[in-house]
């Protein structure tokens, strides 16, 4: 509608079509860099550019605001929440409970949910995704995965890299320490 192309006019949209396709595809192949050295700078600054894993919240920052006109924020640690990630390493690794005993245990004593849970109670998914989380050691990545276009499916799939676009340790944010 924008282009003002329309498929009903016998065959004069199809030339206007594949011209402005090749000149869509020109403008994202030439600005995804600038796009992804942006978010990489937020990244280093530590500011929210993705979902927050349990233990962590953002802090309000003073500065201007993002392009959707809310404040910017920062990784910062939840003290409410980060007091169960250190409760969850410390079952597994000290007393060496088990995923299914530590799953009973936070269900009995009513933790937070994580938002890998199913909303009602704490799972072996939601369980094992923050075991394995390097964030809790101080290991930040940014730029894990990418999205991948399906155009016979019309969609587009999350697929991770296989090494992150940067990785970086933030000592502020670390819940437990490696050994």
């Known amino acids: 509608v924008k282009t003002g192309i329309d498929t009903a006019e016998d065959d004069r949209w199809r030339i206007p079509l594949h011209v402005n396709g090749l000149l869509d595809e020109m403008a994202i192949t030439q600005y995804a860099e600038n796009i992804r050295a942006a978010h ?3 990244f280093l600054k530590k500011y929210v550019i993705s979902t927050i ?3 962590y ?7 201007p605001l ?3 006109n809310k404040p910017r924020r920062e990784l910062a640690v939840d003290p409410e929440t980060s ?7 410390h079952w597994f690794v000290n007393d060496r409970m088990g995923i299914m005993q530590i799953l009973e245990r936070l269900n009995d004593e009513d933790a937070p949910l994580t938002p890998m849970s199913n909303g009602i109670y704490w799972t072996n998914h939601a369980l094992g995704y923050l075991l394995r989380n390097e964030c809790y050691r101080g290991r930040w990545a940014y730029g894990k995965g990418k999205n ?6 019309d969609y ?14 933030f000592e502020d944010l670390r819940l437990v320490q490696d050994d």
């Open 40 to 42: 990489e700078g937020l």
């Open 57 to 63: 919240m953002g802090k309000v920052v003073d500065g």
């Open 66 to 68: 993002t392009k959707q």
């Open 156 to 169: 587009s799939k999350r697929v991770l890299r296989d090494q992150p676009l940067r990785v970086e340790v």
């Open 53 to 55: 894993p349990f233990g």
């Open 148 to 153: 991948v276009w399906q155009s016979q499916k």
């Open 83 to 89: 007091v169960w990630v250190k409760k969850i390493f």
